[in-house]
């Protein structure tokens, strides 16, 4: 079950590592209207406030919040605010189609999918678009723990081990 959770956490984080290089120079509209701030904090200093539809260039990421360039200014937005072009108005628009627009943006009404917090999950075609990167694999295996490491790590946090019945296997 732990070896089954740490390889879900490290594919998750490889897809997101693969995608960060694609968000630099990529145009996003904004979904609703939003605070952009001088930091990645919300209790950073308010740069401008940006008005739903307003459009602007991704400079980059750090967790879940974009460096935008707009024309009221540059700064940090969280990334929920935004739209990525979908690979439709990519490819109309000259732009060849957009990583991080094929993970976050709405999907067709042709193809089922369930949304948490605006990112869907990969579908056939995404799978099919993956290339193999061995250096992102080797900067993904930097980041893995023993099992000696983590069990300190989790003791000095206060972390205790607790055992969970299966569903089914216990007691009614």
């Given at each position: 079950?732990?070896?089954?959770?740490?390889?879900?956490?490290?594919?998750?984080?490889?897809?997101?590592?693969?995608?960060?290089?694609?968000?630099?120079?990529?145009?996003?509209?904004?979904?609703?209207?939003?605070?952009l701030?001088?930091?990645?904090?919300?209790?950073?200093?308010?740069?401008?406030q940006?008005?739903?539809?307003?459009?602007?260039?991704?400079?980059?990421?750090?967790?879940?919040?974009?460096?935008?360039?707009?024309?009221?200014?540059?700064?940090?937005?969280?990334?929920f605010?935004v739209?990525?072009?979908?690979?439709?108005?990519?490819?109309?628009?000259?732009?060849?189609?957009?990583?991080?627009?094929?993970?976050?943006?709405?999907?067709?009404?042709?193809?089922?999918?369930?949304?948490?917090?605006?990112?869907?999950?990969?579908d056939?075609?995404?799978?099919?678009?993956?290339?193999?990167?061995?250096?992102?694999?080797?900067?993904?295996?930097?980041?893995?723990?023993?099992?000696?490491?983590?069990?300190?790590?989790?003791?000095?946090?206060?972390?205790?081990?607790?055992?969970?019945?299966?569903?089914?296997?216990?007691?009614?």
């Amino acid at each position: 079950m732990v070896e089954l959770l740490r390889r879900t956490c490290l594919t998750v984080a490889a897809v997101l590592l693969l995608a960060l290089p694609a968000a630099a120079n990529e145009q996003v509209t904004l979904e609703r209207d939003s605070a952009l701030y001088a930091e990645p904090r919300v209790d950073a200093q308010q740069v401008a406030q940006l008005k739903q539809g307003s459009a602007g260039e991704v400079l980059g990421k750090n967790g879940a919040w974009l460096n935008l360039r707009t024309a009221a200014g540059t700064g940090w937005l969280f990334s929920f605010n935004v739209r990525f072009p979908s690979r439709g108005e990519a490819q109309s628009g000259g732009g060849g189609g957009s990583t991080l627009g094929r993970l976050f943006a709405p999907r067709r009404a042709s193809v089922a999918t369930t949304s948490t917090i605006g990112i869907r999950g990969l579908d056939e075609t995404d799978l099919k678009q993956a290339t193999f990167s061995a250096g992102q694999m080797r900067m993904l295996d930097e980041y893995a723990a023993s099992r000696d490491a983590a069990q300190a790590q989790a003791g000095e946090s206060g972390l205790v081990p607790a055992r969970v019945d299966y569903l089914g296997t216990g007691t009614q």
